[in-house]
């Protein structure tokens, strides 16, 4: 079972980063990575079974919301190659909140797991992972630590 995990530490409290990021629907925090969020279906964004479409490539199920411990789990049903269906399956990702208290700034993980036979999708998602990481950070005057993976979009 292949997993990855990435963080980075953002330079604002924890409400405002979870204020930023608790919408399911709601990827404006990352524009150098997600171009569309689509909803899909009637759910809300904050409601277990939401469905969204990422840049018209990844479908994504939140999973799992937890308002207190500040986490979003979501399975994710189709993407493009190396993490479409036909590669991987029971994909599982999680975005996590945790908050530095010597300085009021967030702790922010994100971690997922799927099965595949193969480990192409690792990188992949790696680099997806830390764009996104570096983008919420940024949107909160954090320097850009990384760049945006090629066929991400």
């Not at 569309?36 to 809300?44: I, M, Q």
């Not at 199920?61 to 789990?73: D, G, S, V």
Request: some cysteine.
């Amino acid at each position: 079972m292949p997993k990855i995990y990435n963080s980075i530490i953002v330079p604002a409290p924890i409400e405002q980063v979870w204020s930023r990021i608790r919408d399911f629907h709601d990827f404006s925090w990352a524009p150098s990575l997600i171009g569309s969020c689509e909803k899909v279906g009637e759910s809300n964004g904050y409601c277990v079974g939401a469905r969204r479409l990422l840049n018209g490539v990844f479908l994504d199920t939140l999973i799992a919301y937890n308002q207190i411990e500040k986490r979003i789990m979501y399975s994710m049903d189709e993407g493009p190659s190396p993490v479409s269906s036909r590669e991987i399956h029971d994909y599982l990702g999680n975005l996590h909140l945790l908050p530095v208290t010597s300085d009021n700034t967030t702790f922010a993980e994100w971690s997922a797991s799927w099965e595949s036979k193969n480990t192409d999708a690792i990188e992949y998602m790696n680099l997806v992972y830390r764009s996104l990481l570096s983008d919420l950070a940024v949107g909160f005057g954090a320097e850009n630590r990384y760049g945006t993976p090629d066929n991400a979009e």
